[in-house]
């Protein structure tokens, strides 16, 4: 398996409050993804960044915020949690070669109430 | 139009049988078509790929079948086994990282 964990593996919290998800890969792989997995959307892009401190918006950023600082660590932070943010939430990386996800995380399990 | 449109969105088969999971696309800037399989509790792992200039790719069991014309790809899984049970995504891209997902299908092998 890819070197990729994923922290906190499930999380429940408050509507309002902030929350932050941990990625953290061991392949040092340059491009690193968030995706939220919901029933009947299958993953959609959240964020992506394609090197340190550099970040893009995906198609569902909305509520979202990302850094990546170091190589190996991309976060994801949702400022105000909403219930419409509580999903599975997955990281993923690729290789120079090929920018599109190729190995993810387990996911974190996130639960707004 | 950046929409991939998978179906059935759930599938029972025999062991050895061969289940196909169908895909539908508009966006003909799509150039990049992969398919990720999908075990409960685990993440996506790329399972194969293909890029329109090819009409079939096999790998293995799993095969990638393209109509560029009608815009349409499927994945065909020969002699399937009940390891196989897990939910399939075909993706498909134009390029760059905004990979767009269908909605997945949940495939089941009956022993």
């Known amino acids: 398996d890819a070197g990729i964990t994923q922290s906190p593996r499930h999380k429940v919290t408050e509507t309002g409050t902030p929350v932050t998800l941990r990625c953290h890969q061991t392949?040092?792989?340059?491009?690193m993804y968030w995706y939220r997995q919901d029933p009947g959307h299958g993953l959609r892009l959240i964020h992506y960044s394609y090197g340190v401190k550099d970040t893009d918006k995906g198609e569902v950023s909305d509520g979202y915020s990302v850094s990546r600082s170091k190589t190996e660590d991309f976060l994801l932070t949702l400022e105000s949690a909403t219930s419409s943010q509580t999903s599975v939430y997955f990281c993923?990386?690729?290789?120079?070669?090929?920018?599109?996800?190729?190995?993810f995380g387990d996911g974190t399990r996130l639960s707004i109430l | 139009q950046q929409q991939v449109k998978q179906s059935p969105q759930s599938l029972i088969v025999q062991k050895g049988g061969i289940p196909i999971i169908n895909c539908a696309y508009e966006?003909?800037?799509?150039?990049?078509f992969p398919w990720y399989q999908q075990f409960p509790g685990k993440g996506p792992a790329l399972l194969i790929a293909i890029r329109p200039d090819v009409s079939e790719k096999k790998e293995g069991r799993f095969t990638i079948s393209f109509n560029k014309s009608a815009k349409q790809f499927s994945l065909h899984i020969m002699d399937s086994q009940p390891g196989d049970s897990a939910t399939y995504f075909c993706?498909?891209?134009?390029?760059?990282?905004?990979?767009?997902f269908g909605a997945g299908t949940r495939l089941f092998v009956k022993a």
């Open positions: 392949e040092n792989h340059r491009y």
């Open positions: 993923a990386i690729s290789t120079d070669i090929i920018n599109q996800p190729q190995h």
């Open positions: 966006n003909t800037a799509f150039d990049y």
């Open positions: 993706a498909a891209s134009p390029g760059g990282f905004k990979t767009i």
